[in-house]
């Protein structure tokens, strides 16, 4: 379903038709989106909370436990061959997906909260140490700043902060003053999930590494939307979630670079993640099983798989023509409400996340009144009480766009605030 790229010049009305028949054709793998709340057909609008499932990532999963299920790695039958297959093949498609030139580099977590929680605690136990430092940006989700604080804690090392210009871009001409011959760790988000920014990765990591220090990339939201080849970003640690790009949730990736991921102690202790087990001691399986203790989440990693290679189908170009598309008609769209705060870049440097106010209406009764028009959003501090207070308010109304939204999802986005204001005044 490449679609192809749109000829320079195209009026921004054939965009939108083109935009809006690419989500027609995408929506019919989505059977969650054939339905109606509060009477009308569901606007799912709450995408970068979590993505509905596609029929290829739902029939993988059930074909897996129809046919495949067992435990992998030490079955000596056919299912437990399956199984195992089945896991070792989900890796290499999401090693793919990711740019990763060896699958053994991608480790099999929970989600990016389990992925960067595993570094924290299983790299930080080796390599940071009392006085070493650690710098973060206050545009990170929670899970990108909690277990840093719990790994600086327990190591007395310290965090430093980069701050967030008035439209919620790193100022990264600060970053060189950040960067000190103690900085270990540089945590960052590749796309905000409050703002949408998209960071510029790979002149980060330049400079990162210039000094000396690491790079891990909270991808939660780059993974789903944008082109990753981690080779090309020349990060050291990248996180994801399933969930977040179409595939189940409870499973996610930490790629990292082999010989870091070699040299790092095990997150948790159990079966398959060991080589020998004496009285007092043990040695521990190579990478990545030395990171997977206890029976992993299959089925998950089969559906994240699934996922990866139903989004290579669609294609990343095509998917980022049809969301900047869809998020210029909505930011236009939205600036033109009377009484609208809107947070975040121009167009040109975020993914499909749009963050708002509207003057005398709180943001969750907002989401509620939109519920009610069978519109979904998230009201909140999305999990980045930072980037809240950096812009002085307690929580804002967000809408985030994925493939199968399109212009009239907008319109009845817009339609929804139109109430919400004739209630509020
Ligand atoms: N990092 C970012 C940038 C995120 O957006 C999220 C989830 C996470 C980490 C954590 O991912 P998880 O899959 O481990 O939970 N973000 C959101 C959100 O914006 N609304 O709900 C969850």
Redesign the pocket.
Known sequence: MNAPAAPAGARASDRRSRANAFAARVRRDFPALQQEVGGKPLVYL?N???TQKPDAVIDAIAHYYRHDHANVHRGMHELARRATEAYEGARRKVARFLGAADPAEVVWT???????NLVASAWSHTFLGEGDEIVLSTQ?????LVPWQLAAARAGARLRYLELDDEGRLLLDRLPELLSPRTRMVAL??????LGTVNPVAEIAKQVHAAGALLLV?G??GAPHLPIDVATLGCDFY?A?G??MCGP?GI?ALWGRRELLEQMEPYQGGGEMISVVEREYSTWAEVPHKFEAGTPNVAGAVGMGAAADYLTGIGHAALAEHERTVLEYALDRLAAIDGIRLFGPPAAERCGVVSFLLDHAHAHDVATILDADGVAV?AGH???QLVMKHFGVPATS?A?FYLYNDTEDVDRLIEGLDRVKAIFG
């Open positions: 709450d970068a909370a979590s929970r989600g990016t909260t389990e992925a960067i990170e989700h929670h899970s990108n988000s590749h796309v905000s999930n409050a909270d939660a939201q996180a979630s969930h977040k949730t996610g998230r999305h999990c980045a967000r985030s």
